[in-house]
């Protein structure tokens, strides 16, 4: 005997049911909640990198700079202002031309000037950093000449700092610099008087 399907059953078989659409709902839910989640951690995680990476960016920066100025100076003088580790470069005892570093709470401040007229500022935003200017030598003259160093010193909170060295809780980054003429620059300055 062969059976027919009146249209009424056939049409109940195509459709879907309740049960199925609740499943579908839920393995979205599932899988949105997943992806969800994963995106918030990966944004938290991007942060975090950033907020470890930048400071270091402008203590990359800082050096360079300072490298770059001490190298052309021939006199440093530090100093306080304000309580603030202040540190002045001159080309010589006459020169009205100086830059300056001033280390303040979460920053340190390069401002380059020719007498009263201000050619240059940039800030390096170290924050939660204590930075210190410091004369190499034992006995700490107030002035240094070429030839002799002084120590940028630079101290920050670091819990879990692997790369630097551990200090209990802080960690100190020290770049030394020497006054006077850098022996990069003056083989690159014959290099290319040279014929």
Known sequence: MIRTQSPQSAHKRRGVSLVHLLIVITCTGIITTAAITTIIS????????????????????????????????????????????????KTSSSSTRRVTYLASHNEVIRTETDGDKSLNSEAYRLPDWTVRFEPVSTVKPSSITVGQSLTLTCEHFAP????????GNRVRDRVIVT?????????????????
């Not at 975090?48 to 006199?75: C, F, K, S």
């Not at 006054?179 to 040279?194: F, I, K, P």
């Open 179 to 195: 006054l006077g003429l850098d022996h990069r620059h003056a083989n690159a300055a014959t290099t290319e008087a040279t014929p």
């Open 42 to 89: 990966m944004i938290r995680s991007h942060g975090r990198v950033a907020g470890n990476w930048l400071p270091q960016y402008q203590l990359l920066r800082l050096t360079e700079a300072l490298r770059q100025d001490t190298h052309a100076a021939r006199i440093a003088d530090i100093t306080t202002q304000d309580n603030a580790p202040l540190l002045t470069l």
């Open 160 to 167: 879990n700092s692997s790369t630097a060295k551990d200090i």
